[in-house]
């Protein structure tokens, strides 16, 4: 007889299996409650002055107001929010502002024209990551007090250094830096002068449609409806969104019924839930575009004609049909479809015999080598194997990097790669957001203060930066739409950029979830309409 | 005073001061220069990573004076030695700073990532002993038999499969199929906030407060990534404990003992297990200790906010002091854990007590 049975081993497992119990009926998320699986770990801070990355953009957009917003189901229009109505000056430099009246932050204080003014001063005061987009005004520390006014309780005047196209400032108020914050609450929790900053990175101080609950970093996000909102109450009480990173996880969570909406969903995943009754499929289309940076420094790759060669180089549709399957969708302008004076061409296919010719001409009949800066993690490093293989018939022989997003974009801006990988989303819904980052260098230098894309390819383009001030300041909306399509024909035939693809989102919805509106960007992502069977 | 104190054969301060005093000074300075020679070399390690910290505090788009004002309010205008000294002043002082990626300071962020790791390390370690021990002295008192070869096939697939494949099948298996176990996270969104954490290590808090539901549901959620994890260290424990029997049952102690006629089972447990058990208290400690740095695959796929995330998170950012902070915690804990294996080495093992 064996001394030690196997019994023993037997009742451990036994034992420990038993204290799980009997597994708990499906756990559905409850009734009032939209739960999401998400990716945050962008989240650094709640304070819309600090704010830059995507998700916590939405977050300001669905816990604050301001002054106006941009109305999703048009995004070409203007429409009134925390101000009832606008009127700009005869020069075009002064835009004056008329606030509703009575309307409250979650704190219970009444929001007034001080409050609107404040929270613009804060920005520029504050000076933050995208204290950039109203700095654009010429608003600088010391003039903001001037420039930024509450002429009375109900008004507040906003005073541009240039003239600007009335579009751009409104759309750069539309956007999340521009929220109305509580200036009393703020100043009750100020500390060493920072306007509450310190306080508001892990609180709020809005009047938006829906009131925080908690934030956990690296977990959730929890809001709550706001029901003494002025404007139209959101339909579902709760928000709950949580950190999943991995896609394959948040498919299993909506598959089971734990959440209701899954947001980062691969190829594969859609894949699975395609044959799935209880789940909705929906592609919204993002801002975001995929493309590759040619460093001109690179003497191979400031040749014109290499340059050219590399855009005949790219497979587009076989990388959008086999690699990004409906996560992106081949687009070759700089400017994203949706936006104002966006244009849909698509010059360029995979044409080896086109690029080796250009290459001969650029008397590099037998190619060259060049390395890519990839961030690790899908879809880059699937499309520069793709990139590889294609330029590799032409002789180029492509050495593939993979970094760390920081890491790459580190040395990007530092402008020491060859070619960079990545994507590029629009900070605000006005086409000078990437008209400024495509197409405009006023300062080439290594000192320059504006370390935008053209910078960080060292692309110097005085002529392309001249139209594209004069496009910010075009007072007539169609000229300004017309101004812009030609600088991006120009741009598509003669620039070290290769745009290939624009983000769609996809986005399983649960069945019975509705009304979740899903802009082109993440400061367009609203809650309130959201509705549960 | 009738005697001499010269006098005495063995002063009681000097013994105190030889058998208590002195070891425990030697502790504390080794603990110290351990302390700081892990300080220093994740703080240079920190400074040559390719990374730009102030990207990940202001983003990509700041422009030139935002950038150059958070350069200097994070200190790295300075030389490295003075950024280094700093640090270690505050850090003496119990000031660990403000994590970028979190806003919070760095100190209450591992309070509350910490006990997810614990709780997920400890529950997992537990499995691995009381299953990994007994299937390793099954192994080798069954040696070449079929207790032998289960525990073989079991070490193969630990050894060989990687842990995010497991953790994702079990998911697949056991909470999307079966539905026997809840899915990624620690609780469901319901019971999401609704206990405020005592001790942050949920199975406890519920307990204490007698939430018996949200303590099953814990535990629901807990059970599976804690059985991945347990299964690794099973795998690793069975082995060690099969060759740490197989070495004392070759001894002639053993023989000795079965000649007296003892039981076979008292002849294993207690002679050739308590023997074995010495080197294999280093080993669980040493597994536990692995357990609890945080397992960052495990982590990211049950969505587990535990220390390894985070410390991902922030090495990936550069956040400095978030890094330096968790690199302490991890530190601590295996310092910790070799003085506990120490003692119970000596308890277990006479000949290593002084």
């Known amino acids: ?533 | 005073m009738a005697y001499s104190l010269s006098a005495a054969p063995e002063q009681p301060g000097s013994r105190f001061l030889r058998r208590a005093l002195l070891p425990a000074l030697r502790l504390l300075v080794t603990l110290a220069v351990t302390f700081l020679g892990l300080l220093a070399v994740t703080f240079f390690i920190g400074r040559v990573v390719p990374v730009d910290p102030v990207l990940a505090a202001v983003g990509d788009r700041a422009s030139h004076e935002v950038y150059e004002q958070t350069r200097s309010a994070l200190g790295l205008d300075q030389p490295l030695w003075q950024q280094f000294l700093i640090y270690v002043g505050k850090a003496v002082r119990g000031d660990f700073g403000t994590s970028v990626l979190t806003a919070n300071p760095v100190w209450e962020d591992i309070v509350r990532v910490f006990p997810a790791t614990l709780e997920l390390a400890t529950v997992a370690t537990l499995i691995g002993v009381l299953l990994g021990v007994p299937l390793g002295v099954l192994a080798a008192v069954h040696q070449g038999r079929w207790p032998d070869h289960l525990a073989r096939l079991i070490g193969l697939v630990g050894y060989s499969v990687p842990v995010f494949w497991l953790g994702l099948m079990g998911l697949l298996v056991f909470y999307a199929k079966l539905g026997w176990v809840a899915g990624p996270g620690r609780i469901d969104v319901m019971y999401d906030g609704l206990l405020a954490p005592v001790t942050g290590v949920i199975l406890l808090d519920t307990a204490l407060a007698g939430e018996w539901a949200m303590f099953h549901d814990a535990l629901r959620h807990l059970i599976l990534p804690a059985a991945i994890l347990g299964y690794y260290s099973m795998a690793y424990l069975s082995r060690m404990t099969r060759s740490f029997m197989l070495e004392q049952l070759r001894q002639e102690y053993i023989v000795t003992a079965r000649i007296k006629g003892l039981p076979e089972r008292r002849v294993i447990l207690r002679h050739a297990l308590g023997n074995a058990a010495v080197p294999l208290i280093t080993v669980i400690a040493l597994s536990y200790g692995n357990l609890l740095e945080g397992s960052v695959l495990t982590e990211t796929v049950f969505a587990w906010p535990g220390l390894g995330l985070y410390l991902t998170g922030a090495l990936l950012s550069a956040d400095m002091n978030a890094v330096l902070g968790a690199t302490l915690v991890v530190g601590t804990v295996f310092i910790a854990l070799n003085l506990l294996s120490d003692l119970l080495y000596r308890l277990l093992d006479p000949r290593a007590r002084p």
């Not at chain 1, 001063?121 to 010391?142: D, H, S, Y």
């Not at chain 1, 009375?152 to 009335?166: G, H, I, M």
């Not at chain 1, 914050?181 to 002068?193: F, H, P, S, T, Y």
């Open chain 1, 1 to 533: 007889m064996p001394p030690l049975r196997v019994r023993s081993l037997a009742l451990a497992t036994a034992v420990l299996l038993g204290a799980l119990g009997p597994a708990a009926a499906l756990a559905a998320t409850p009734k009032d409650m939209v739960v999401m699986a998400a990716q945050l770990d962008e989240f650094i801070t709640l304070d819309p002055a600090e704010i830059y990355e995507l998700v916590p953009t939405e977050y300001a957009a669905n816990v604050y107001d301001r002054l106006v917003t941009i109305d999703p189901a048009d995004p070409s229009q203007i429409v009134g929010s925390i101000a009832e109505s606008w009127t700009v000056s005869a020069d075009g430099k002064t835009f004056t502002f008329k606030i509703r009246q009575g309307l409250e932050f979650h704190s219970g204080n009444l929001l007034s024209a001080e409050d609107v003014a404040w929270s613009l001063q804060r920005v520029i005061k504050l000076n933050k990551g995208p204290a950039f987009i109203l700095a654009e005004f010429g608003l600088t520390p010391e003039n903001v007090e001037q420039r930024v006014k509450a002429v009375d309780a109900n008004t507040v005047t906003l005073e541009t250094a240039k003239v600007y196209s009335p579009s751009f400032v409104l759309n750069c108020l539309a956007s999340w830096v521009s929220s109305v914050v509580d200036k009393k609450l703020l100043l009750a929790n100020e500390k060493d002068g920072d306007l509450g900053n310190g306080w508001l990175k892990t609180h709020e101080a809005g009047s938006g449609p829906f009131k925080l609950v908690a934030w956990k970093a690296g977990e959730s996000v929890i809001v709550e409806r706001n029901d003494a909102y002025w404007g139209k109450q959101p339909a579902i009480k709760r928000v709950v969104l949580r950190h999943v990173p991995e896609a394959a996880s948040q498919r299993l969570l909506i598959e089971k019924g734990d959440v209701d909406i899954a947001r980062n969903l691969g190829p594969d995943d859609l894949k699975a839930l395609a044959g799935n009754a209880d789940i909705r499929i929906r592609s919204v289309p993002q801002s975001a575009i995929y493309y590759m940076g040619l460093n001109t420094r690179n003497p191979n790759l400031g040749k014109p004609e290499v340059q050219e060669a590399m855009k005949w180089l790219v497979d587009y549709r076989g990388i959008a049909d086999n690699i990004l399957k409906g996560t992106y969708e081949v687009h070759q302008a700089f400017l994203p479809k949706g936006f104002l004076g966006a244009i849909d061409e698509q010059p360029y296919r995979l044409d080896v015999d086109k690029a080796r010719a250009l290459l001969e001409k650029a008397g590099l009949k037998d190619g060259f080598s060049v390395t890519i800066d990839v961030r690790n993690a899908y879809p880059s490093p699937e499309i520069a194997q793709a990139l590889q293989a294609n330029m590799a018939k032409a002789g180029i022989k492509l050495e593939i990097i993979p970094g760390d997003n920081k890491q790459t974009l580190t040395k990007y801006r530092s402008r020491t790669h060859d070619i960079y990988l990545g994507q590029w989303a629009p900070d605000y819904m006005d086409p000078h957001s990437n008209a400024q980052g495509f197409a405009w260098n006023p300062d080439n230098s290594d000192s320059s203060k504006f370390k935008l894309l053209a910078w960080r390819n060292s692309w110097d383009i005085p002529k392309l930066t001249q139209e594209s001030e004069a496009a910010l300041a075009e007072q007539d909306t169609a000229k300004r739409t017309a101004l812009y399509q030609s600088m991006q024909r120009e741009f598509q035939k003669n620039s070290p950029f290769v745009i290939m693809f624009q983000r769609v989102q996809p986005l399983a919805e649960r069945k019975g979830v509705a009304g979740f509106v899903f802009g082109p960007i993440n400061d367009m992502v609203y809650y309130s309409g959201i509705t549960k069977q």
